[in-house]
């Protein structure tokens, strides 16, 4: 069990080595100033954690994943829902739910099956900044293992 990770956030699980991943993480760190989200990358040990507990077996690097409470939700669903905590103008997306989440989900897939080639990637996970540190999820206080 996750039980060593606080879940008292939605918690925005994420490809680390992705500079396309990284890059929505850090619009939604800029565009979240009340802290709302925590996030992990899907390399790190909590991601893999949080995933078996709320029991995504499934998964792959190719989609991000909101865990929140008990709940997950993967690629268009979860852009969506990321979305609307953020505000307006950002909350305007959630109109794209009445797109049926196949085509969503198509065209999602299509952007994470090029992101590498278009937006390349990192040798490793991203560090976060002194600034953003407490709002990544950790296995414990003291284990920086996951980055």
């Given at each position: ?18 500079n ?35 029991g995504?077996h ?9 865990v ?18 953020l ?21 999602y ?10 937006f ?17 999820v ?7 293992s996951?980055?």
């Open positions: 069990m996750a039980e060593d990770i606080p879940r008292d956030k939605p918690i925005l699980l994420f490809d680390g080595v992705c396309l991943c990284n890059g929505s993480i850090q619009f939604v760190i800029e565009h979240d100033p009340e802290g709302v989200f925590r996030f992990a990358p899907l390399q790190s040990e909590a991601a893999e954690r949080l995933l078996e507990d709320v995504f499934d998964y792959d690097f190719d989609t991000f994943v909101l929140d409470g008990d709940d997950y939700y993967t690629k268009s669903d979860a852009a969506l829902r990321v979305a609307r905590e505000g307006f103008p950002w909350s305007l997306a959630g109109v794209g739910r009445v797109v049926p989440r196949p085509l969503r989900n198509a065209v897939d299509t952007v994470a099956s090029h992101r590498y080639a278009v390349g990637k990192q040798a490793q996970c991203m560090i976060p900044s002194p600034e953003i540190r407490e709002r990544f950790e296995m414990s206080s003291g284990d920086n996951s980055y």
